[in-house]
């Protein structure tokens, strides 16, 4: 029970950060660079399976390890580090073969996912302790 408690904490913290990140970003900061390659229409199946592998891998590698130690501070740095790996692996390969792509979306971007996933890790991890 608690693994679902976990899960679904994640997903709604990470999920309602995300869904302000990206309202701002969307016109803010990707739009005026990267415009030209992106979608005319927002693409719900691949969000979703994104989502769905994202947050099972913060429960497995941030979550996981806070539950073991009863710590909130364990979940939101090991968060931190997930977060800020997984978003460089994309930024940093969007950067190294795409034209448009700009270093400030990169860095921008990469300390999002740091900062989102630590916050939604620690968040998830303190629900879970309170209630499972």
């Known amino acids: 029970m608690k693994w679902i ?17 990206l309202r701002w ?18 693409r719900m199946g691949a969000a979703a399976a994104f ?41 940093l390969t969007s950067q190294a073969v795409l034209k448009v792509w700009a270093t400030h979306i990169s860095l921008a971007d990469m300390a999002w996912g740091a900062f989102a996933t630590a916050m939604a890790a620690g968040a998830a991890t303190w629900v879970t302790l309170k209630l499972a």
Request: with cysteine; glycine share 12%.
């Open 5 to 21: 408690i976990a899960y679904i904490a994640a997903a709604v913290a990470f999920g309602a950060l995300d869904a302000v990140w």
């Open 25 to 42: 970003a969307a016109d803010n900061l990707y739009r005026p660079v990267i415009g030209s390659i992106m979608a005319a229409d927002f």
């Open 51 to 91: 989502y769905l592998i994202y947050i099972a891998g913060m429960v497995w590698f941030a979550i996981r390890p806070g539950l073991e130690a009863g710590s909130v501070g364990t979940a939101m740095l090991n968060g931190a580090l997930v977060g800020g790996l997984c978003y460089a692996t994309f930024d």
